[in-house]
């Protein structure tokens, strides 16, 4: 797992783990890829909270992307978590809007 250090002394495993606790809705993006704005465009039209990070505005981005893809097995963005539970990307968010299931789980 990448062990590089954040500035609070968090590890890069210890960040996404406490931003995943912290959000219902969590949703690792890139602010330039259009899958990423559809899926918050989604959730905004939807009324759902979520909170975002871009990782290509993050210094630590890369490094966040690389953790993931061990957590996950994903390496493309949107990554969303929904109750600490990884989703997918923008067709499963999608996927379980158009079931009716998104609304349910948050």
């Known amino acids: 797992m990448a062990s590089s250090s954040s500035s609070q002394g968090m590890s890069v495993a ?4 406490d ?3 912290q959000n219902k809705v969590m ?19 939807l009324n759902i909270p979520y909170k975002a990070l871009e990782l290509d ?7 966040i992307q690389e ?9 493309t963005v949107p990554n ?3 109750h600490a539970k990884s989703i997918g990307g923008c067709d499963d968010l999608n996927a379980l ?10």
């Open 14 to 17: 210890e960040k996404i783990d």
């Open 80 to 82: 969303i978590f929904i």
């Open 57 to 63: 505005q993050d210094p630590l981005g890369h490094l």
């Open 19 to 21: 931003l995943i606790k």
């Open 67 to 75: 953790t993931l893809l061990e957590l996950t097995g994903q390496w």
């Open 97 to 106: 809007h158009i079931k009716g299931e998104l609304k349910e789980m948050v």
């Open 27 to 45: 949703v690792f993006s890139k602010s330039y890829c259009p899958y990423c704005l559809d899926a918050k465009d989604l959730l905004s039209e």
